[in-house]
């Protein structure tokens, strides 16, 4: 009976313990991915991976299934810049021809440690400068692909904290087709140390997920901060210091007629946006005559958005609504745009723009008519003389805490 009990205590012990795997390196600038896939096989259920060195890394990583993980990486994962390897083999997504070094997928995941993952961005970034071989929005082919580093895909109850992320050669974090995701405390820089830009370096992008949360980061980047790509919602983004970038966005949404994108709940409280295009940014494509559109067109709507507590300081557009974006304006004019925007509010927006649009700070411009849009606590200020403010089809102007440009309305 006593030794009964100890033999299932002994059996219920084992069953919790989590199965442990540690992946060495091979040095040498030898391909760790395979090491790396194994020991995720390995501990795929109930297992803790532990990444402590520094890793070089020429390998897809399609890490799958994954049930209850922890994965700690102290140590710095590095993919090869090798792009006639990686554009044919890296992951191939459904959403503007993007591609994945990095596919991390499965229920309960906690990713944590204080590691880096270095995307090696510079090879890719000066090819593409040179080349501007790419696909739509500058995404990948077969044979020129900018994989992103780490995308959470599929994937559910996960939480990323605590990882510094340099040298993307395209978007920096994918939330994809996702729910219940929390990122904190990440570090994002993409520099680069040649005459070549960054390119399309959006610190996180979020596209058919909710409940998505995004904290207390910095990201120093040259596109969107944070932006939120079709079917976002229920996001929250707080405490971000954003540096260089194309502000908090919503969009582009609208662009390929025949479907529907919807980005509502949205929630951006606590941000500091410094050296920037936008601050906070909405962007949706006009209508269209042509039923099979790839610029304009497609349906859908903005609703409950709220940018609370923004600081801006050198900023060219601190609050921007284009619902004509990239759009023909007679072709706007004629064929409004059909993803209608409403419930909008900014609270306690301040700071100062950079004074390369003139005198204007605000300009939320609709094509067709947007409503519920608010502002309070506004305090923008141009450094070419009085702020200026541009409202075009806001239905409910009386709402907003500062004076629409008489010309505007
Ligand atoms: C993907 O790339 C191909 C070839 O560059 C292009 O024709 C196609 O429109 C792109 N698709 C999307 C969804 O961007
Ligand atoms: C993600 O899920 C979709 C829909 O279930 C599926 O078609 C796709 O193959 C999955 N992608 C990966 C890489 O597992
Ligand atoms: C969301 O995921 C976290 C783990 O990151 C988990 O602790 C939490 O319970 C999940 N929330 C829900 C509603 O499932
Ligand atoms: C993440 O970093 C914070 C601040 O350094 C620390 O308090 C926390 O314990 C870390 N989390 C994990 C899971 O290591
Ligand atoms: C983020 O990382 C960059 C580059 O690694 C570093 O220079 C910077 O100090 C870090 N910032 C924070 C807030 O940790
Ligand atoms: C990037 O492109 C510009 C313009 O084409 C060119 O002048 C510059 O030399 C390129 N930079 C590099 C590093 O190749
Ligand atoms: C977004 O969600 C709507 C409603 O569920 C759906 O009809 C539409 O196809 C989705 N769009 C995308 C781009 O996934
Ligand atoms: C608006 O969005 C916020 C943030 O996600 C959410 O907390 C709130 O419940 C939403 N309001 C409505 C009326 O849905
Ligand atoms: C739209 O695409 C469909 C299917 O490819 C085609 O039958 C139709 O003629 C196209 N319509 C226009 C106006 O291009
Ligand atoms: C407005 O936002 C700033 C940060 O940008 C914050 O310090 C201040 O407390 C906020 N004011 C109110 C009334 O919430
Ligand atoms: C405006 O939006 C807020 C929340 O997003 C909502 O509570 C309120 O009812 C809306 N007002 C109108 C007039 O639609
Ligand atoms: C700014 O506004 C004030 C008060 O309306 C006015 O006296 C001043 O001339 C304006 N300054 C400029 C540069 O327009």
Not at 183 to 196: A, D, G, H, L, M
Not at 326 to 332: A, L
Request: a negative charge; proline letters at 3%.
């Amino acid at each position: 009976m006593y030794s009964l009990r100890l033999v299932l205590a002994a059996l219920l012990s084992t069953a919790v313990a989590r199965l442990t795997c540690d992946v060495k390196n091979l040095g040498g600038g030898q391909d760790d991915g395979p090491n790396i896939l194994a020991a995720f096989k390995r501990c795929a259920k109930n297992g803790r991976i532990t990444l402590d060195k520094y890793y070089v890394v020429d390998t897809l990583l399609l890490t799958d299934g994954l049930d209850d993980v922890e994965i700690d990486l102290s140590g710095t994962l590095q993919y090869t810049p090798d792009i006639a390897k990686w554009s044919p083999q890296s992951l191939f997504l459904t959403y503007q021809n993007a591609t994945t070094f990095w596919f991390l997928s499965g229920n309960n995941i906690h990713l944590y440690g204080g590691g880096t993952i270095d995307g090696n961005g510079q090879v890719w970034w000066d090819t593409f400068n040179n080349t501007h071989n790419a696909g739509t929005a500058g995404g990948s082919s077969t044979t020129f692909a900018r994989p992103i580093p780490l995308t959470v895909g599929n994937a559910s109850n996960v939480l990323v904290e605590n990882i510094t992320q340099i040298g993307s050669p395209f978007w920096v974090r994918f939330v994809y087709q996702s729910t219940n995701i929390t990122y904190k405390n990440i570090n994002i820089s993409t520099v680069s140390y040649s005459s070549s830009p960054t390119a399309n370096s959006d610190g996180w992008d979020i596209y058919r997920s909710s409940f998505v949360t995004i904290q207390d980061s910095t990201v120093n980047n040259d596109d969107d901060c944070v932006s939120f790509k079709p079917n976002s919602t229920n996001i929250l983004v707080n405490n971000m210091h954003c540096n260089g970038s194309h502000g908090i966005s919503v969009g582009s949404l609208g662009q390929y007629a025949g479907e529907t994108d919807i980005v509502a709940n949205v929630s951006v409280k606590d941000i500091v946006m410094n050296n920037a295009q936008n601050g906070a940014r909405i962007k949706v494509f006009g209508g269209s005559p042509n039923p099979n559109s790839t610029a304009g067109g497609g349906t859908g709507f903005v609703q409950n958005v709220t940018f609370e507590n923004f600081h801006v300081t050198n900023v060219a557009n601190p609050i921007l609504i284009d619902q004509c974006y990239s759009t023909d304006p007679d072709i706007c004019a004629e064929f409004p745009s059909t993803v209608t925007i409403s419930d909008v509010h900014y609270i306690n927006i301040t700071g100062t723009s950079s004074g390369s649009e003139g005198t204007v700070v605000v300009d939320i411009e609709c094509s067709a008519q947007c409503t519920n849009i608010t502002a309070t606590g506004t305090n923008l200020s141009s450094p070419d003389g009085n702020a200026t403010f541009v409202c075009k089809n806001i239905q409910s102007v009386d709402q907003l805490d500062f004076n629409c440009d008489a010309s505007s309305s």
